[in-house]
């Protein structure tokens, strides 16, 4: 009924930049909040960064300054503006939405699918 996708991964040298989408889709009725977590290799899935409907946001501590998160609610899409990247942010970045359905009263949290960032020293 709803579906994540989640684009823009890759591999990048430190200092460098990438950007990551994703779209939402399906019978949507309203998305509060959007985010990013992140989970690298023997480490728990951690917040990178959220962003309400309003446009509020909160960020780890560690990308402070360094990522920018973004939204478009008319097109469902959230968008993670990774610069100055570290190789310690190399993980795999999952899309999370908390998403209510149209004919439901409450949301329910969807994940992305996940998309490898490496950056290399």
């Known amino acids: 009924q709803v579906q994540l996708v989640e684009s823009g991964g890759g591999l990048v040298q430190a200092g460098g930049s990438l950007r990551l989408s994703c779209a939402a889709s399906?019978?949507?009725?309203?998305?509060?909040?959007m985010g990013w977590y992140r989970q690298a290799p023997g480490k728990q899935r951690e917040l990178v960064a959220l962003?309400?409907?309003?446009?509020?946001?909160n960020y780890a501590d560690s990308v402070k300054g360094r990522f920018t998160i973004s939204r478009d609610n008319a097109k469902n899409t959230v968008s993670l503006q990774m610069n100055s990247l570290k190789p310690e942010d190399t993980a795999v970045y999952y899309c999370?939405?908390?998403?209510?359905?149209?004919?439901?009263?409450?949301?329910?949290?969807?994940w992305g699918q996940g998309t490898q960032v490496t950056v290399s020293s």
């Open positions: 999370n939405a908390n998403i209510r359905l149209l004919w439901r009263t409450r949301g329910d949290l969807y």
């Open positions: 962003i309400n409907s309003g446009g509020s946001t």
């Open positions: 399906g019978a949507i009725g309203s998305i509060d909040p």
